[in-house]
């Protein structure tokens, strides 16, 4: 099969990209290669659907303008398409007199983001629109909503295809080599001659660059979030999204409560080390997997650094009396008997050698391909806006 370029990965990131190349080169052949049986299968199928705001991100990263970007990219194509969303706005809380600070600089770099309609709380405030939370001050956060993300990615898949773009399903990639003249893509199913190859593979997004440019400095290790979903009867402690203060040490935004677009609330996730990149339950476990992540520099540096912290994630994975502690420093009624287990995700987390824990995008560009090795929360939601600015970097001239 010959293509101009091909784009490994059939997730949001994958999807959004194709649909911006296909607008930029029509009459060019663009393919989708994804190794499952369905899209969207991974990271944007077991995300927790919620369309991020731009509060968190560091003023001029990618992080930043991407969401942002992403955000009004991502509303007006829902509403094109009469994709159901719903801004119902989230709160930032702080429980303890430490918190104060860091909420102060979430509120401040919001607002430098350009974020509207941000709202201090004191704790009077906080009683009034969260009437079971738990908190001494917080911001309100009205720009943040929920999506269904397999949603979006049907009607990008359907685009495609109707733009004369080609999907090809249960393909997996085995090998990439590159010549002056193109690239060529071994997979399981036939031999895929391009001008150019984009990868947008998410977990194994490090192992698609390596296939290509051999070592790469950079290794995904994956992270298990694991949820559970609140009884119908504790439903009503919940109005808006809850989130605590983040850890600005720690790229992840600890335990929350999410409203969800299909209906019910999650709780969760926290972030347990996966023995399998790919390893949605706790008994999932691949043996060069784990020893890649095991043996791998940066990791060994992250693991003695953060082991505490580490240590307590496991741990609350294994007790639900300890996960629902966590949630109760936000809202003190949650009890054991109200969370009922429901799916987990996987996060792609890029680490470098040097032991850090890549916080925002990461792309290798070559004459002959663009790698995205490192896409973290929040890819779904700035996912249009990654993939227009991915179009841009090709030149087929």
Not at 60 to 80: H, P, R, T, V
Not at 277 to 304: A, H, I, N
Not at 373 to 394: E, K, Q, W, Y
Request: charged fraction near 25%.
């Amino acid at each position: 099969m010959h293509a101009d370029i091909a784009i490994v990965g059939g997730g949001i990131v994958g999807l959004s990209t194709a649909y911006h190349l296909i607008q930029k080169y029509n009459g060019k052949k663009i393919v989708v290669l994804e190794k499952e049986s369905e899209l969207a299968f991974h990271q944007t199928g077991n995300n927790s659907g919620v369309i991020h705001s731009g509060l968190y991100y560091k003023p001029g990263s990618l992080k930043a303008k991407n969401c942002i970007e992403g955000y009004k990219m991502l509303i007006d194509f829902c509403n094109e398409n009469n994709i159901p969303y719903d801004l119902c706005g989230k709160v930032v809380v702080a429980t303890d007199q430490s918190e104060l600070g860091r909420l102060r600089d979430l509120y401040d770099r919001g607002r430098e983001n350009g974020l509207e309609g941000l709202e201090l709380l004191d704790k009077n405030r906080l009683k009034e629109i969260e009437p079971h939370l738990a908190g001494i001050q917080g911001i309100r956060v009205p720009q943040t909503g929920i999506v269904d993300y397999r949603a979006v990615c049907i009607k990008l898949a359907e685009k495609i295809k109707s733009l004369g773009g080609e999907i090809h399903l249960n393909t997996i990639v085995r090998s990439i080599d590159e010549n002056e003249n193109e690239v060529q893509i071994v997979t399981n199913k036939s031999f895929v001659e391009c001008d150019m190859v984009i990868n947008c593979a998410g977990l194994y997004s490090d192992e698609v660059a390596s296939m290509h440019l051999g070592n790469v400095d950079t290794k995904i290790i994956p992270f298990r979030g694991e949820y559970f979903e609140l009884t119908a009867e504790a439903e009503h402690l919940v109005k808006h999204l809850i989130y605590p203060v983040p850890d600005p040490a720690f790229p992840f935004l600890g335990v929350h409560f999410t409203r969800m677009i299909s209906g019910g609330i999650e709780a969760g996730p926290n972030a347990v080390f996966a023995f399998k990149k790919e390893g949605y339950k706790r008994t999932d476990f691949d043996f060069k997997e784990f020893l890649s992540s095991l043996l791998w520099p940066g990791f060994q540096k992250v693991m003695l650094k953060y082991w505490k912290t580490g240590l307590g994630e496991m741990y609350r994975s294994f007790s639900k009396k300890a996960f629902t502690k966590a949630l109760q420093r936000l809202i003190p009624e949650i009890k054991e008997e109200h969370l009922v287990e429901s799916p987990a995700g996987v996060r792609a987390q890029a680490c470098d050698r040097k032991g850090g824990l890549l916080d925002d995008f990461k792309l290798i560009t070559e004459k002959r391909a663009i790698h995205v090795i490192n896409a973290p929360s929040p890819a779904a939601t700035s996912s249009l806006s990654i993939g227009r600015t991915i179009a841009d970097m090709v030149d087929l001239d």
